[in-house]
T-cell receptor, first 114, second 114 residues
Framework: DGGITQSPKYLFRKEGQNVTLSCEQN?????MYWYRQDPGQGLRLIYY???????QKGDIAEGYSVSREKKESFPLTVTSAQKNPTAFYLC?????????????FGPGTRLTVL | SQQGEEDPQALSIQEGENATMNCSYK?????LQWYRQNSGRGLVHLIL?????REKHSGRLRVTLDTSKKSSSLLITASRAADTASYFC??????????????FGQGTILTVHP
């Protein structure tokens, strides 16, 4: 089965903790993306990666960090510096960024800060 | 601010009726895409229309693009209860600092009553 998986589905974090959200794809896509979605709003881009070992900040990168050590994996760390991390986080991939491709999304991780 | 603005924010119709959603954007684009999101899930790509196209069909979906007005519309014909979801437009920007990413609108919540 080809697709994008995200884990966990639900995540609870205490204030001051860092947490890491997992995103894996077996579509052989070069580009991967992280979005944040708040209730009743659209998606905002956090980080994106066009190739292994390279990534760029999106519109709301402050308080987040990423790595891209493998083509298949693009984990997102929500750090304690992120002031309001409670949100729905979506990972996506596309064949090759910059070629205006469609994006394929994972099922999302809902993060709640206690 | 979001590149795409969608109208209406919410739409409630009866099964069998048509549903029309509109999207406006601010800068020049390579293409415009429409996605669907069921509650609490990831997004699913519906249709892509390129900047040199004016209309595109896919099953019960019809998308139009007016680059002079920087607007697009999504028409769902003969709607079904299963079409109940949020619908997002997303524009792929032509270049500059936005190269290589989609910018999403805030979405239209469609409810189709049986």
């Amino acid at each position: 089965d080809g697709g994008i998986t995200q884990s966990p589905k639900y995540l609870f974090r205490k204030e001051g903790q860092n947490v890491t959200l997992s995103c894996e794809q077996n579509l052989n896509h070069d580009a991967m993306y992280w979005y944040r979605q708040d209730p009743g709003q659209g998606l905002r881009l956090i980080y994106y990666s066009q190739i292994v070992n390279d990534f760029q900040k999106g519109d709301i990168a402050e308080g987040y960090s990423v790595s891209r050590e493998k083509k298949e994996s693009f984990p997102l760390t929500v750090t304690s510096a992120q002031k309001n991390p409670t949100a729905f986080y979506l990972c996506a991939s596309s064949i090759l960024a910059g070629f205006a491709d469609t994006q394929y999304f994972g099922p999302g991780t809902r993060l709640t800060v206690l | 601010s979001q590149q795409g603005e969608e109208d209406p924010q919410a739409l409630s119709i009866q099964e069998g009726e048509n549903a029309t959603m509109n999207c406006s954007y601010k800068t020049s684009i390579n293409n415009l895409q429409w996605y669907r999101q069921n509650s609490g899930r990831g997004l699913v790509h519906l249709i892509l229309i390129r900047s040199n196209e004016r209309e595109k069909h896919s099953g019960r979906l019809r998308v139009t693009l007016d680059t002079s007005k920087k607007s697009s519309s999504l028409l769902i014909t003969a709607s079904r209860a299963a079409d109940t979801a949020s619908y997002f437009c997303a524009s792929w920007n032509a270049g500059g600092t936005s190269y290589g990413k989609l910018t999403f609108g805030q979405g239209t919540i469609l409810t189709v009553h049986p």
